[in-house]
């Protein structure tokens, strides 16, 4: 029921460019997601971020070093590149430490991918034990039948279901859907209700549910 997750290429949410063995994953309102290194880089929130840090560490760095000659006359204008560097030093240093905490593995993005795009859902249904009225056999089993043909091709995720005339007596049958959303649904719709009322009829009782999830199957079963 998984499919092997190698298979998917994972891109950049931003260039589309493929991955090759590193993504980059940036956080942003719509979650988590994977870019390349040059869209990472450029990403507005971690501009944003190490812009903000070179320039609180840039000022007070600045005001250390060079303060004393800014507040005289004299001006040098070696002055202008090296507060040019004492700003880009703490922005290249905040950049690269998001930058690698940022990076993952292209595994890790595509494992990523393949848990949003394809969640496992587990078959549901029920196996249910019928006292069927004396020479009613039949007539609950034809019932099945019709709803097999009329029902069926209606009812979101029903797959199938058969039954069995027990050696001991009565009838058990099984109701296998796509997931318990899908059962439940059909369980309480007013046409399933309709159809119940009738097959009820046909019985001594109310049938014995168990209701359950289908954590196994061989075969041909769906
Ligand atoms: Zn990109």
């Known amino acids: 029921m998984k499919s092997?997750?190698?298979?998917?290429?994972?891109?950049?949410?931003?260039?589309?460019?493929?991955?090759r063995r590193t993504a980059y994953e940036v956080r942003s309102q719509d979650g988590t997601l994977f870019r390349c290194l040059r869209c990472a880089?450029?990403?507005?929130?971690?501009?944003?971020?190490?812009?903000?840090?070179?320039?609180?560490?840039?000022?007070?760095?600045?005001?250390?070093?060079q303060g004393n000659i800014i507040l005289s006359d004299e001006f040098p204008p070696s002055l202008y590149w090296k507060i040019a560097l004492t700003y880009a030093v703490p922005y290249c240093v905040a950049t690269a430490g998001a930058i690698l905490n940022a990076r993952r593995s292209i595994d890790a993005a595509q494992a990523r991918r393949f848990d949003g795009e394809e969640k496992e859902v587990t078959?549901?249904?029920?196996?249910?034990?019928?006292?069927?009225?004396?020479?009613?056999?039949?007539?609950?089993v034809r019932m099945m039948e019709e709803w097999d043909r009329e029902r069926r091709p209606n009812v979101k995720g029903a797959l199938g279901g058969c039954m069995y005339k027990l050696d001991n007596g009565g009838l058990m049958g099984v109701a296998i859907f796509e997931s318990k959303d899908d059962y439940r649904a059909n369980a309480e719709s007013p046409e399933q209700n309709a159809f119940y009322r009738r097959w009820r009829e046909l019985m001594e009782s109310d049938p014995e549910w168990n209701d359950g999830e289908i954590v196994g199957s061989w075969g041909q079963v769906p």
């Open 4 to 19: 092997e997750a190698s298979e998917i290429a994972v891109a950049c949410e931003h260039c589309g460019r493929v991955f």
């Open 41 to 65: 880089l450029t990403q507005a929130p971690l501009v944003r971020r190490s812009a903000i840090i070179a320039l609180v560490v840039g000022t007070i760095l600045t005001a250390i070093n």
């Open 123 to 140: 078959m549901y249904g029920s196996v249910y034990k019928i006292r069927p009225k004396a020479g009613k056999e039949q007539d609950i």
